[in-house]
């Protein structure tokens, strides 16, 4: 025999699970709140694409602007230009005297600085990776990663600050043995490549700073990972363009 529920029970069951009148409707869980699991992990996606996309398009348009230069470097390299005494063409391009043991100086402490900001950018992932954990009872961490983020950001912009020194006396070297922006040559492109770096490098390291003080303030660790990343595989991208500056300078001459 069929048993019929009374209606009040059917209004309280509805009332329950929030699909009758008044009651109350099943949380949703949507990153980028405060209210759900993996709060903001979306916002956070979000805003670390659009950090790496801006990234991307900075370091193809400075690609294009070395590459542009690397161009007429490789043209002017080649030609040939007219002797007025003998009427003939000769190879009028003019070698400049690299001081290679100090830019090689400066290739080693760029490359360091590289490795200093790679750890920085671990230390922030593996801190990241490890947040869930911290609040669980009965876990102790750790509580290294902003500190060990700072110590390592502030190396790398030591070792960058001794990397423009040290370019910044190379160019007096060149100036010392008669090569000067305006003597031809390989000359003007040796000041254009290294000065075009050396104020590309400085842009690099206000941003270091920033990422140190962003630290130093203890702010989030989405906010940090984002800033950090931004910085590191710029740096990186630093690095590698110098080496191939001074590649084309030294086997260019």
Request: aromatic share 10%; proline share 5%.
């Amino acid at each position: 025999m069929p048993v019929i529920s009374p209606p009040i029970a059917v209004e309280r069951d509805r009332a329950q699970t929030g699909r009758g009148r008044g009651g109350v409707p099943p949380p949703a869980y949507t990153g980028g709140g405060d209210n759900g699991p993996g709060d903001g992990s979306n916002d956070y996606s979000r805003r670390l694409n659009r950090a790496r996309l801006t990234l991307l398009l900075a370091l193809i348009s400075i690609s294009v602007l070395f590459v542009t230069i690397t161009v007429v470097f490789v043209f002017l390299h080649g030609g040939m230009v007219l002797d007025r005494r003998s009427g003939t063409y000769v190879h009028g391009w003019v070698p400049a005297a690299l001081p290679v043991r100090l830019l090689l100086v400066n290739t080693l402490v760029l490359l360091l600085s590289s490795v200093n900001i790679e750890m920085a950018r671990r230390s922030v992932k593996r801190e990241m990776a490890l947040a869930p954990l911290r609040g669980i009872p009965g876990i102790a961490l750790d509580d290294d990663g902003a500190g060990g983020g700072t110590a390592w950001i502030a190396i790398t912009v030591v070792l960058g600050l001794m990397f423009l020194g040290g370019q910044w006396l190379a160019w007096e070297s060149l100036r010392a043995h008669g090569f000067h922006i305006d003597s031809g040559g390989a000359s003007p492109f040796v000041y254009l490549l290294t000065a075009a770096h050396a104020v590309h490098l400085a842009g690099g390291i206000l941003v270091l700073l920033y990422a140190g003080a962003i630290f130093m303030l203890r702010r989030t660790i989405e906010q940090r990972r984002i800033v950090v990343e931004v910085a590191g595989w710029y740096w990186h991208f630093m690095g590698v363009l110098w080496i191939y500056i001074f590649a084309l300078l030294e086997f260019g001459r």
